[in-house]
């Protein structure tokens, strides 16, 4: 017998808060998803109803329209949204929060926060530009100071919750001539303004239920006070502040998917039957899962270490890149192993286990490149 692994950060408040979002989405979002792929983005009121429950920005204090929790809060939901393969944006959605609740002012605070923990408004972060991924300093996005407004031109690209997005951070040079990552900027802009134009949805391999897409600034006039920050010059290193925050809810997710990966193959080998009898009878598909499951519960563990770390305040940008790193390429590596003993039925798109496969490809991508979390752990050494 096995002694059910339990997670040290969980407690008696989060298993109440997991059961309620747990049946939230099962109630409201899984039975729409055919609907989402199809139409590249969740329904307007889903933002609404999720914020309803306390599903947004849980670890915003609660003066501010959160729920008052901390990233424990925030990792129930990325799970459960993981583990049924939803892919919503409320990530997008905290993260975005974190940048305001950091930086910015006490009215932007107010202006921002409780509408989007309320899901009246969506948030995004336009940082990837068409010829500017990994390597942000070589954006080319402009903002020119004219009096007391910044007049930005530019474009963004691979931008979740782009369509639906009320407020967004975008990363600007406000000084092109500064050398290295001084001139760049975030500044909050409030989507429908003048000059600003959102694009065609993304045909994307996965997660088809996304909202992505590419946005367009062309003598676009946001006042100076959306500056996000004390002063200019300030963009990249908030943005590095606040990566480890992202990509540990990448690592997260990982972690996640990979265990409900490992489970629905572990009942589907059960059933199937090949040369007369179970495929778990087979000894190559038991070494298989054996090998599946201790990886991912390896990385459960560590991620767990990951979150105590991060609320304590102790979780460091190399640790946050390890994880992000080694958690997304075990999670493919996992899932692609389940669809191998899947066999023909594990490429077919009805199958959660073939849509699984092409949606966390990308985990190796977004939130800096696996090969830029090499490089960061690297420079450690």
Known sequence: MTIPYDSPWMNDDLRMFRKTVRQFIQESFTPHQAR????????????????????????????????????????????????????????????VARYIHSYGSAEQKRNWLPRMARGEVVGAVAMTEPAAGSDLQGIRTVARKEGDHYVINGSKTFITNGQQAGVICIVVKT???????????????????????????????GRHGQDVCELYFEDMRVPTSNLLGPAEGRGFFQMMDQLPYERLSVALAAVAVAERAVDITAEYVKERVAFGKPLLDLQNTRMKLAECKTAAHVGRVFVDDCIKRFIAGQLDPVTAAMA??????????????????????????????????????VQRIYAGTNEVMKEMIAWSL
């Open 175 to 205: 000084d092109p001539k500064a050398s290295g990552p001084r001139g760049i900027s975030i500044i909050l802009v409030e989507s429908g303004l003048a000059g600003y134009r959102v694009g065609r949805p993304l045909e994307k391999v």
């Open 324 to 361: 992000k790193y080694w958690l997304t390429e075990k999670e493919f590596q996992i899932v692609d192993e389940c669809v191998q003993l899947h066999g023909g039925y594990g490429y077919m798109i009805e199958y959660p286990i073939a849509r699984m496969w092409t949606d966390c490809r």
């Open 36 to 95: 989402w792929r199809d139409e590249h983005h969740p329904d307007a009121g889903a933002w609404t109803k999720a914020g309803a429950i306390g599903m947004l920005l849980p670890d915003v204090p609660q003066e501010l329209g959160g729920g008052g929790g901390t990233f424990a809060h925030e990792a129930i939901v990325l799970e459960e949204l993981a583990r049924v393969g939803v892919h919503f944006g409320s990530s997008v959605q905290s993260i």
